[in-house]
């Protein structure tokens, strides 16, 4: 009976200490102004300025210049082609390639159209003819829009050509001559093939991780930075063992990123419209350890970290590589096999599988089973580093009071 209030009373202290914890750290994150930054108004500002930029989804009226050294009636329906399509505008044409090039370096165009001189000649000798696409590869999206289009019109064309030297009579017979094996084109995942769709739901999982990180090392990095041992172990006096300070902290972020967790992964992606295709329980199921991960993952690098600038250089030096290496931005089975050891460190990467193929790709929590389970491994391995690395910063405090106790001491002798 002993045994059993003994162990009630102390898991009764246990709880009122993290509650203390977790109060003494609530007030301790709003009076950090950047802490407010990173805990309330890059989740809520950055997601929407991000998403708004890419709202429109796929590149249109991308600009070309024509040179046209065949001044032809097929060049002429060629140019007048592309200009209708949605995603060219003939903004200029040029005498020559050397001065195609200069607008192209001037940026007035992103691309160029050249049609030689032989180009009607050739058709209409029966023989093949070529268009040449001088494309801007410094932005991928002007050269998926620029040459594309002109593919799309010179199959057009060709099956026109077709057409005319066919010698049928009916309609279907024509159509089976330009097109003998038809495909219908079905885009699944991105119904638009926009880069909206396709990108931004993996920054938003990656702006949770992120942000969580920054604001815990920089609360972190302040209390540490101004010595105040009872901010940055709080009220140690009274509390005995480092699980109930982790338990403390990470209640108080949990509370505030449930919210923003909604946030992100709720309200974000259908207000853009973005594919929302996950049961709200496999989504709370993945989001759960997820976040909790992300949370002891920012104590464990708070603790190891010393100043509050370094955990933001930090974090924004390596946010661009851990969307490469997530797989979405580049295919995971291309990437290295040593720096995919290296992703499995973050929780983001898992979390960001975990949720496009759970919100863009339709799947179930069977699908991403997975991934399920080595967030859970996450937490279990980040919760423990983060007691140990807290119990080391817990004696190196101590050590810091009390040589200054010591030392004021000495002075007073």
Same mark, same amino acid.
């Given at each position: 009976?002993?045994?059993?209030?003994?162990?009630?009373?102390?898991?009764? &202290?246990?709880?009122?200490? %993290?509650?203390v914890?977790w109060?003494?750290?609530?007030?301790?994150?709003?009076? &950090?102004?950047?802490?407010?930054?990173?805990?309330?108004?890059?989740?809520?500002?950055?997601?929407?300025?991000?998403?708004?930029?890419?709202? #429109?989804?796929?590149?249109?009226?991308?600009?070309?210049?024509?040179?046209?050294d065949?001044?032809?009636?097929?060049?002429?329906?060629?140019?007048?082609?592309? &200009?209708?399509?949605?995603?060219?505008?003939?903004?200029?044409?040029?005498?020559?390639?050397?001065?195609?090039?200069?607008?192209?370096?001037?940026?007035?165009?992103?691309?160029? $159209?050249?049609?030689?001189?032989?180009?009607?000649t050739?058709?209409?000798?029966?023989?093949?003819s070529?268009?040449?696409? /001088?494309?801007?590869?410094?932005l991928?999206?002007?050269?998926? %829009?620029?040459?594309?289009?002109?593919?799309?019109?010179?199959?057009?064309?060709?099956?026109?050509?077709? +057409?005319?030297?066919?010698?049928? /009579?009916?309609?279907?017979?024509?159509?089976?001559?330009?097109k003998?094996?038809?495909?219908?084109?079905?885009a699944?995942?991105?119904?638009?093939g926009?880069?909206?769709?396709?990108?931004?739901?993996?920054?938003?999982?990656?702006i949770?991780?992120?942000?969580?990180?920054?604001?815990?090392?920089?609360?972190?990095?302040?209390?540490?930075?101004?010595?105040?041992?009872?901010?940055?172990?709080?009220?140690?006096r009274? $509390? @005995?063992?480092?699980?109930?300070?982790?338990?403390?902290?990470?209640?108080?972020?949990?509370?505030?990123?449930?919210?923003m967790?909604?946030?992100?992964?709720?309200?974000?992606?259908?207000?853009?419209?973005?594919p929302?295709?996950?049961?709200?329980?496999?989504?709370?199921?993945?989001?759960?350890p997820?976040?909790?991960?992300?949370?002891?993952?920012?104590?464990?690098v708070?603790?190891?970290?010393r100043?509050?600038? #370094?955990?933001?250089?930090?974090?924004?030096f390596?946010?661009?590589?851990?969307?490469?290496?997530?797989?979405?931005?580049?295919?995971?089975? #291309?990437?290295?096999?040593?720096?995919?050891?290296?992703?499995?460190?973050?929780?983001?990467?898992?979390g960001?599988?975990? /949720? +496009?193929?759970?919100?863009s790709?339709?799947?179930?929590?069977?699908?991403?089973?997975?991934?399920?389970?080595i967030?859970w491994?996450?937490?279990?391995?980040?919760?423990?580093?983060?007691?140990?690395?807290?119990? @080391?910063?817990?004696?190196?405090?101590?050590?810091?009071?009390?040589?200054?106790?010591e030392?004021?001491? #000495?002075?007073?002798?």
């Amino acid at each position: 009976m002993k045994i059993q209030n003994r162990l009630l009373r102390t898991i009764l &202290d246990g709880i009122s200490d %993290a509650a203390v914890i977790w109060r003494d750290e609530m007030r301790q994150v709003f009076k &950090d102004e950047g802490v407010i930054i990173f805990f309330f108004i890059v989740p809520l500002v950055y997601p929407l300025l991000y998403s708004w930029i890419y709202n #429109n989804e796929v590149v249109r009226d991308m600009p070309v210049v024509v040179v046209d050294d065949s001044h032809s009636k097929l060049s002429r329906q060629f140019i007048r082609m592309c &200009d209708a399509s949605p995603d060219v505008k003939v903004v200029c044409y040029a005498s020559d390639l050397d001065e195609a090039k200069m607008l192209v370096g001037r940026q007035v165009a992103h691309a160029v $159209y050249y049609i030689p001189s032989d180009f009607q000649t050739r058709l209409n000798r029966m023989e093949q003819s070529v268009i040449g696409v /001088y494309c801007d590869m410094s932005l991928m999206l002007a050269y998926k %829009a620029s040459y594309q289009t002109a593919v799309l019109v010179s199959q057009e064309m060709n099956s026109e050509i077709q +057409i005319k030297l066919s010698g049928h /009579y009916t309609a279907r017979e024509e159509e089976i001559q330009a097109k003998p094996l038809d495909y219908d084109g079905e885009a699944i995942f991105s119904p638009g093939g926009g880069y909206g769709s396709f990108i931004l739901p993996a920054v938003l999982i990656l702006i949770l991780q992120q942000t969580l990180v920054l604001g815990i090392g920089l609360s972190a990095g302040t209390a540490r930075e101004s010595n105040r041992f009872e901010d940055l172990v709080p009220m140690q006096r009274h $509390y @005995h063992g480092t699980f109930r300070i982790v338990l403390g902290k990470s209640m108080c972020y949990l509370m505030i990123y449930i919210l923003m967790g909604a946030w992100l992964t709720v309200v974000v992606p259908r207000i853009f419209h973005f594919p929302c295709l996950a049961h709200w329980q496999d989504l709370l199921a993945i989001m759960t350890p997820y976040t909790l991960a992300c949370i002891f993952f920012g104590i464990t690098v708070s603790c190891i970290v010393r100043y509050r600038e #370094n955990v933001m250089l930090l974090m924004v030096f390596v946010s661009v590589p851990l969307l490469f290496l997530s797989g979405v931005s580049w295919p995971q089975n #291309n990437i290295p096999g040593f720096w995919q050891g290296v992703s499995w460190l973050f929780p983001s990467t898992f979390g960001v599988r975990a /949720y +496009i193929r759970l919100n863009s790709m339709g799947g179930t929590l069977t699908d991403v089973l997975t991934e399920y389970r080595i967030l859970w491994l996450h937490v279990l391995a980040y919760f423990t580093m983060a007691c140990i690395v807290y119990r @080391h910063q817990i004696h190196l405090s101590r050590q810091h009071a009390i040589e200054r106790l010591e030392l004021m001491k #000495n002075k007073k002798g």
